[in-house]
């Protein structure tokens, strides 16, 4: 097997397609830190250091979730044997030495959020805390890890802790929170034959998507009442979704409704910083090719 393809075996095992919602959050707060979409050293710094992090908290995931990945027919590359347990482990502890040490640079505060987030990605998939498994503490680990600290990693966000700056964390977190009840349904079989206490073994469909729906209305009055627009079209569009789906569930809806949010702090993100979109643009048609050839399959997919 040739080194290419080994490398690219570990740069796609690391879920880059995941990492969509980390750089938008974070390139929006960045525009909204410096207020305009100006970008330096030690934003680029902060930004590899997050991205990083949050690679190897997908590492360690796949790692700890090997039977429910089993289960639930997802593609694994620990499954497949194209990357074993321990190289897997040592390109965990790799990605987030090298992240560490970026969040550092970036600045002494920067580096303690990145210790936190690297904590918060351990304890979500490792034992004996596994939060990811509990239907309460998974849901708040996503919500504050992706709108709490991640923001806060872009240099010079904290030193706008005023009510308007509050409020796009806590928009971030009610909708983080919303897209994570329904990522959650899709697997629910697997998660009931694994034992884990995850909200899909406790609650239907309907309940699930009524809670992500009320979500995604709070962060329509969050974004209206302090005037962040582009955000409440991006919750307005994906709310109108989540209506759809609330209606009529379904095996397309469901996940449509799920990306949206995504997708639409993509493209915001990248109205904001265009060379962000291109490279969002790149890395689908590489990953579209990757998995074309390596493994015979369309993704990413859409719908």
Sequence with gaps: MGAWVRLADFIFAARPMLLLPVWSIYLIACKFSYGHARFDFRALM????????????????QIYDYQTDLINKKLG??????????????????????GLIAGFAAGFFTGII???LMALGFFYSA?????????????????????????AAVPGYMEHLKASAVSLSVYFFLAVLAVYFLTVIPDREGDRAAGKRTIAVFLSDRLIILMASALLCLTI?????????????????????????????????VPFACKMPILLLTILA??????YLIFVLVLVFLTRVYYRKRFGMKYPRFA
Excluded at 48 to 58: P, W
Aim: include cysteine.
């Design 46 to 61: 902060s930004l590899i250091a997050v991205s990083l992090i949050a690679v190897g908290a997908h590492f360690i995931n």
């Design 77 to 98: 590359f620990l499954q497949r044997g194209l990357i074993s347990r321990s190289e897997m482990t040592a390109a965990y502890i790799s990605v987030s030495l090298v």
């Design 114 to 116: 990145v210790i936190a």
């Design 127 to 151: 034992p004996p805390f596994r939060l990811k498994d509990r239907p309460v503490r998974g849901a708040l680990a996503n919500a504050i890890g992706y709108g709490f600290l991640l923001p």
């Design 221 to 253: 009055c969050v974004s209206y009442a302090f005037g962040h627009r582009d955000l409440l079209i991006v919750s307005i569009a994906s709310m109108c979704l989540c209506l759809i789906a609330l209606i009529s569930p379904g095996e397309t809806i």
């Design 270 to 275: 990248g109205l904001y910083y265009p060379t």
